[in-house]
């Protein structure tokens, strides 16, 4: 004998959760023998039919959004103790873990929008800062929003002076991501009352200081790197200038710099504000959903974001195009490529099985800077490599196409960056997207503490053996 589950927005008698009710004995038609005509009519059409052939128990289960909840399969069970079915997903390729309204991709078709706008439209019209107040608020400023958003910004650049001690004390050369993360988890010292992530006043507070002062942590950490004095912000100048002018400034009274670099910042931070669920962002979120205060969360998010499968991924395209050196030398890369041995650093992607929009951007921007800077000689080579991979039946079956890494080093290195500030450059404006994502986790009814479950494949009931007896 097995029994229907059905589909009902009713709440049922006994309390259970209405969206999965037990209604009729299915022994007539018997259980894997289809749904009855009359039967199928009340069911909804928005729900999936399981039938569990381990007991032959048949559920309708709800799809909303165009998905299915996990826990409805936690109901699924071959006995009352049986702890129930569990999805399976490691790296969560297939799992959305919340609903948000911030950012929009379509991988397949190659298209980004933060909050609705088109990436392409913001990269050509808006500017870093007025982009990041979208992110976070959700709509585009009016000239007294900005105003307003960008005084409270421009106010939080400065960092405490022990931050810029305790910056002093790393070594000589210490990569300037460690460098970024550390720091940033640091400022958690500096700021007890951010520890308060349920008060809205307090959010926002943090929020500017995030986006104002990460920029000049890095700043810090590239000086301290070249082992140069460290500069302090000038808040006359935009988010860009002011950047600029932290990296470098010499014995100048003011830094101003070139229109076409500043301009080419504002389209490198617009274009890396936010990317939905990736690697960092879901750090942030996981880390954040234990309500630790927002700069260590961020710590986090970066760790997250200078692994070379993430953020790291830029340094490591630059890697790979000195170690092939020559165009010359391509087809031969590529087919250590093919053969599995290496990796195409700066191609593939999650979430696009296409052009990632931001590359196609980057790639433009990179002559505008290129016309200033003078040509970085690897572009050759990078164009080779994308010419023979957008050509080759590997690349085309796997769909792998140029991400927004692949040339964004490029750009950093004719400005005068060593690669290990790439990440770092990538950490700058995330900082507006990772803050916005935990903005929206620590509000959501549905968020609780991130916490996955595992299918566990080890030893059970040993026995402990004394040290002497092993
Ligand atoms: N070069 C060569 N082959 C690749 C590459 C690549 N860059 N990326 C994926 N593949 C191959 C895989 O070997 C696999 O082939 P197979 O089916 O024969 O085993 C297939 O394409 C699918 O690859 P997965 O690793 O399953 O794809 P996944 O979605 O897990 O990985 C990732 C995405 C990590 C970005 C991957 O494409 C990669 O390592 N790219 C290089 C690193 C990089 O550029 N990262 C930056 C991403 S953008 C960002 O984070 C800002």
């Known amino acids: 004998m097995c029994n229907r589950y059905l589909w009902s927005p009713e709440p049922r008698p006994d309390g259970h959760d209405r969206r999965l009710a037990r209604v009729v004995p299915l022994a007539d038609v018997g259980c894997n023998a289809g749904i009855a005509q009359e039967e199928m009519l009340r069911v909804s059409a928005e729900t999936l039919t ?16 165009g998905t299915v909840k996990a826990m409805d399969f936690r109901r699924m069970r071959t006995s009352a103790d049986d702890f129930g079915l569990m999805v399976y997903d490691p790296a969560f390729t297939n799992t959305a873990s919340c609903r948000s309204e911030i950012t929009f991709i379509d991988g397949d078709a190659g298209v980004l929008e933060y909050r609705g706008y088109p990436i392409e439209e913001l990269a050509e019209k808006s500017t870093y800062l007025e982009t990041a107040f979208l992110i976070v608020h959700g709509h ?37 991501m460690g460098v970024l993360v550390s720091s940033v988890a640091a400022l958690s010292t500096f700021y007890p009352d951010a520890k308060d992530v349920d008060d809205a006043a307090s959010r ?9 002062k990460v920029p000049t942590l890095a700043a810090f950490a590239y000086r301290h790197s070249r082992g140069l004095p460290y500069v302090y912000p000038d808040n006359d100048l935009t988010f860009a200038g002011n950047f600029a002018s932290m990296l470098w400034r010499m014995s100048e009274s003011s830094y101003v ?33 234990s309500r630790p205060d927002p700069f260590v969360a961020t710590a986090a998010a970066a760790a997250a974001l200078y692994g070379p499968l993430h953020g790291g991924a830029n340094e490591a395209v630059l890697l790979m195009l000195n170690e092939i050196g020559d165009v010359r030398n391509v087809s031969e890369f590529v087919k250590h490529v093919k053969a599995g041995e290496r990796r195409l650093m700066g191609f593939g992607h999650r979430v696009y099985k296409n052009y990632d929009p931001r590359a196609r951007i980057i790639k433009a921007t990179a002559d505008e800077v290129f016309d200033v ?16 991979a957008l050509e080759d039946d590997y690349f085309i079956e796997r769909k792998l196409y140029p991400n927004v890494d692949f040339y964004s080093g490029l750009i950093y290195q004719a400005l005068g960056f060593p690669v290990e500030m790439f990440p770092v450059l990538f ?10 994502q935990w903005r929206e986790m620590v509000t959501d009814p ?25």
């Open 50 to 65: 399981v039938v569990d052939n381990r007991t032959g128990e048949r559920y309708e289960v709800p799809i909303q959004d």
């Open 140 to 176: 585009l400023p009016s000239a007294a929003e900005l105003k307003e958003w960008t005084h409270n910004i421009t106010f939080h650049t400065f960092v405490h002076e022990n931050v810029r001690r305790f910056m002093e004390g790393f070594r000589y050369d210490a990569h300037p």
């Open 204 to 212: 926002d507070l943090q929020t500017w200081r995030l986006i104002a």
């Open 257 to 289: 710099a070139s229109s076409v670099i500043e301009r080419a910042l504002n389209v490198l931070f617009i274009l890396h504000a936010d990317h939905e669920q990736n690697c960092s962002a879901n750090a942030m979120r996981a880390v954040g959903s």
């Open 373 to 388: 800077t003078g040509r970085n000689p690897l572009l050759d080579i990078a164009l080779e490599l994308e010419r023979i």
């Open 427 to 436: 950490a700058i404006p995330r900082t507006a997207g990772w803050v916005a």
């Open 446 to 470: 549905e968020q609780k503490i991130a916490r996955p479950r595992q299918v566990y494949t080890g030893a059970r009931g040993q026995k402990y053996v004394e040290l002497g007896r092993r």
